[in-house]
């Protein structure tokens, strides 16, 4: 589900809201400047705080200016140096609370894509709604298992991780179970460019919309479609989930973003409903991807 950039026209997030993308800067530009605090407190220079710990002169720089996210053990290691281990464990609060924010995939993927779409299945359990924007992919709930394997190849090969893609690829498709149980309800939009990007070969396409036209009949899931000829009211620039009210995750190629905040829950249920108020549904919805189809399948013929 790695997110794209598409702009259709000019229209810009309300100037009143921070992107979580700022807010996990800001976190971390924070973290960094009260360690610096604590440090100057201390009458310590960088150099002399990093000879008392053993470590390279550059890293203290490299903490305080948010070029280097800190361990626990180096909050502990800085705070123990500094006399102010009163401040560690909201310093190590701090921190935890801006891993869950922002996760890098090198970390969090280490051992394999299957953990990660294991992980999914708490949130999935206890989501009653599910509304998912994407402008450039189809969303992995929806994905055939085809589908679903050109996309975890793609993340293998760029971030070099494991390769564990049968058991990823299953442990996704169970995950599409929670599709059919009647006490969850499910809202895509899709942009017509989610069907028309060309991530994997063309009969593996076809049989991705063809799976879209089938899911979009069931009676708790309802898909939307934004046409090419869509004049939108608020541009999409990135795929997001938001899990009823409580969770937004954005995925971009570095990192997910875990967002929690109540303005950003809101700001992003604002966005989805002027998304999915531009979409096309039903017949509609359906006679887009069948015009998609028709036109990709002379390629299959080729």
């Given at each position: 589900?790695?997110?794209?950039t598409?702009?259709?026209?000019?229209?810009?997030?309300?100037?009143?809201?921070?992107?979580?993308?700022?807010?996990?800067?800001?976190?971390?530009?924070?973290?960094?400047?009260?360690?610096?605090?604590?440090?100057?407190?201390?009458?310590?220079?960088?150099r002399?705080?990093?000879?008392?710990?053993?470590?390279?002169?550059?890293?203290?720089?490299?903490?305080?200016?948010?070029?280097?996210?800190?361990?626990?053990?180096?909050?502990?290691?800085?705070?123990?140096?500094?006399?102010?281990?009163?401040?560690?464990e909201?310093l190590?609060?701090?921190?935890?609370?801006?891993?869950?924010?922002?996760?890098?995939?090198?970390?969090?993927l280490?051992?394999?894509?299957?953990?990660r779409?294991?992980?999914?299945?708490?949130?999935?359990?206890?989501?009653?709604?599910?509304?998912?924007?994407?402008?450039?992919?189809?969303?992995?709930?929806?994905?055939?298992?085809e589908?679903?394997?050109?996309r975890?190849?793609?993340?293998?090969?760029?971030?070099?991780?494991?390769?564990?893609?049968?058991?990823?690829?299953?442990?996704?498709?169970?995950?599409?179970?929670?599709?059919?149980?009647?006490?969850?309800?499910?809202?895509?939009?899709?942009?017509?460019a989610?069907?028309?990007?060309r991530?994997?070969?063309?009969?593996?396409?076809?049989?991705?919309?063809?799976?879209l036209?089938s899911?979009?009949?069931?009676?708790?899931?309802?898909?939307?479609?934004?046409?090419?000829?869509?004049?939108?009211?608020?541009?999409?620039?990135?795929?997001?989930?938001?899990?009823?009210?409580?969770?937004?995750?954005?995925?971009?190629?570095?990192?997910?973003?875990?967002?929690?905040?109540?303005?950003?829950?809101?700001?992003?249920?604002?966005?989805?409903?002027?998304?999915?108020?531009?979409?096309?549904?039903?017949?509609?919805?359906?006679?887009?991807?069948?015009?998609?189809?028709?036109?990709?399948?002379?390629?299959?013929?080729?």
């Open positions: 589900m790695l997110p794209g598409t702009r259709c026209d000019g229209t810009t997030l309300p100037s009143d809201n921070t992107s979580g993308a700022s807010d996990v800067h800001a976190a971390r530009n924070a973290l960094g400047k009260r360690l610096r605090e604590l440090r100057r407190q201390a009458g310590m220079s960088g002399q705080l990093a000879e008392s710990l053993a470590w390279p002169p550059s890293k203290v720089s490299k903490l305080e200016n948010s070029r280097q996210t800190p361990t626990d053990d180096d909050i502990r290691g800085w705070t123990r140096a500094t006399n102010s281990e009163g401040e560690t909201d190590l609060v701090s921190l935890h609370t801006l891993e869950v924010q922002h996760a890098e995939w090198q970390r969090i280490r051992t394999g894509l299957k953990p779409q294991q992980e999914h299945l708490g949130w999935d359990g206890r989501t009653q709604l599910f509304r998912v924007f994407e402008a450039t992919v189809i969303p992995g709930l929806l994905q055939t298992a589908y679903a394997r050109a975890f190849a793609e993340s293998i090969g760029r971030l070099n991780l494991p390769n564990d893609i049968n058991a990823a690829v299953a442990a996704r498709i169970q995950r599409q179970e929670i599709l059919y149980r009647p006490d969850k309800r499910f809202h895509f939009v899709l942009t017509e989610a069907l028309r990007v991530l994997c070969p063309p009969e593996v396409m076809l049989g991705q919309l063809d799976r036209i899911v979009s009949q069931l009676p708790n899931v309802r898909l939307g479609i934004v046409g090419f000829e869509t004049r939108y009211t608020a541009s999409p620039w990135h795929g997001f989930w938001m899990y009823d009210d409580e969770r937004v995750l954005v995925e971009t190629f570095s990192a997910a973003l875990d967002l929690r905040r109540p303005q950003e829950i809101g700001l992003y249920s604002e966005v989805f409903e002027q998304l999915a108020g531009v979409a096309g549904y039903g017949r509609s919805a359906r006679a887009i991807i069948t015009r998609v189809i028709a036109d990709l399948a002379p390629d299959e013929d080729a």
